[in-house]
Structures are given as C-alpha cells and as structure tokens.
C-alpha cells in the first residue's frame, strides 16, 4: 500500500518568538511568508513559509504549558518534525499500528490549514513525523471528500 502521497509537506522548526526569527526567513532568504495562524488545540501559534516545493512551518508556544513549550525547554530552538504528505491519514494511521509503529496520534485531528494530521512517535524515524492529509493537496489533483467514511 501506498502510504506516502508526495513525500515532504513541510518541516516544522520549534522557535520562542516568531517574529523575531521570521526575518531571517523573509529578509535573509528571501523567502514568501504564506500565512500564520494559531492552533489553540495544539497551544501554537504557526508561520508558513513557501519554499519551492515544501513549506516551512515555525511554530511558536501559546503558553508555557504548551507541549511545544516543554519540547524547547528540553531540546531547544530548532527541528521539531518532519510533515510527511499522505493520500489517507485514517489509512495511514491503521498502516503504521499493523506494523506496530508507535504513534502519538491515533486518530486524525485538525492542524494547519484545515489539513487532518495525525503524529508519529520518533522512536523508529528519530524524528517526529507528522501526517499529513492536506485539505486541497498542492499537486492539483483535488479529491472528493465523499468519498472519506464517517
Ligand atoms: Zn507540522
């Protein structure tokens, strides 16, 4: 099974003020800031940056009880994970359990962009991978949403 749609959606970089970094990224690089918006959810607030095929995601805690808060305490600014394309997250999900893969997230949730996401434990890629199912995926090959079962 196919699980991996297009590889690499995007990298997601841990940083403590958005705005102070996201100069480097525009100025420095030259680089389109696409949009920012805040996942109470996830207690992060996100800046897209476009490259030419990826994105760049810099995320910012909302609070100090923020996961992502407690992941820079431990680990410091920088990579925080890889944002994997896939066809299916729900698919996905069950893929990576029959293979015994360890996940965070056993059921898909909302992350940026309305894309459904759904995250995977670094224990076997030693690095955080997200999943994402991209709400109108970048390849301009729209799928129906009728076809997802509820
Ligand atoms: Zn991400």
Same mark, same amino acid.
Request: proline share 6%; glycine share 8%; net charge positive.
């Given at each position: 099974?196919?699980?991996?749609?297009n590889?690499?959606d995007?990298?997601?970089?841990?940083?403590?003020?958005?705005d102070?970094v996201i100069k480097?990224?525009t100025?420095?690089l030259? +680089?389109?800031l696409?949009?920012?918006?805040? +996942?109470?959810?996830?207690?992060?607030?996100?800046a897209i940056?476009?490259?030419?095929?990826?994105?760049?995601?810099l995320?910012?805690?909302?609070?100090?009880e923020?996961?992502?808060?407690?992941?820079?305490?431990?680990?410091?600014e920088?990579l925080?994970h +890889?944002?994997?394309?896939?066809?299916?997250?729900?698919?996905?999900?069950?893929?990576?359990q029959?293979?015994?893969?360890?996940?965070?997230d056993?059921?898909?949730?909302?992350?940026?962009?309305?894309?459904r996401?759904?995250?995977?434990h670094?224990?076997e890629?030693?690095?955080? +991978?997200?999943?994402?199912?991209?709400?109108?995926d970048g390849?301009n090959?729209?799928k129906?949403?009728?076809?997802k079962?509820?």
């Open positions: 099974m196919k699980l991996v749609a590889n690499i995007h990298i997601g970089i841990a940083v403590n003020d958005i102070q480097f990224y100025d420095v030259g +680089l389109e696409q949009g920012m918006e805040t +996942l109470p959810e996830h207690g992060v607030r996100v940056i476009k490259t030419d095929r990826h994105k760049i995601e995320m910012e805690p909302l609070t100090k923020s996961p992502l808060a407690k992941f820079i305490e431990k680990r410091g920088g925080h +890889l944002g994997l394309k896939v066809i299916d997250v729900s698919k996905a999900i069950t893929e990576f029959d293979k015994g893969i360890t996940l965070i056993r059921v898909p949730r909302p992350g940026v962009g309305k894309n996401i759904a995250f995977v670094p224990r890629s030693k690095v955080l +991978l997200e999943l994402v199912e991209t709400a109108n390849n090959t729209p129906p949403r009728s076809t079962k509820h």
